[in-house]
């Protein structure tokens, strides 16, 4: 079993930057393909991003493709989410995940191959 807490959200100007940090406790890191997903408000959750255990393959959802950047140092337990080029759309509740079972494919777009969630951490952008 896994621990997830994410941090770094916040409120930002349209255009701006965060990183958004997800570190994990438990059982060995580099056992889970990681994942993050967002919800806004009175929407279904989204998929965002996910990385192999490895780090060296990602997926990214269209929306945000070419200005987020998924990563994981597996020394420190950590995935990020680099969110450059913000939009007033981007505004949700932001969630890691980990998924103990599959390998990075296709699947890995959907919440239900995950295993594991944190509790989410708010980014808002203001236009």
């Known amino acids: 079993q896994v621990q997830l807490v994410e941090s770094g959200g916040g409120l930002v100007q349209a255009g701006g930057s965060l990183r958004l940090s997800c570190t994990a406790s438990g059982r060995t890191f580099s056992s889970y393909l990681m994942g993050w997903f967002r919800q806004a408000p009175g929407k279904e959750r989204d998929f965002v991003a996910a990385?192999?255990?490895?780090?060296?393959?990602?997926y990214y959802g269209d929306s945000v493709l070419g200005r987020f950047t998924i990563s994981r140092d597996n020394a420190k337990n950590t995935v990020y989410l680099q969110m450059n080029s913000l939009k007033p759309e981007d505004t949700a509740v932001y969630s890691c995940?980990?998924?103990?079972?599959?390998?990075?494919?296709?699947?890995?777009?959907?919440?239900?191959?995950?295993?594991?969630w944190g509790q989410g951490t708010q980014v808002t952008v203001s236009s």
């Open positions: 995940a980990a998924d103990e079972a599959h390998y990075l494919s296709t699947g890995s777009k959907s919440e239900a191959s995950y295993d594991y």
């Open positions: 990385i192999s255990r490895g780090g060296s393959t990602t």
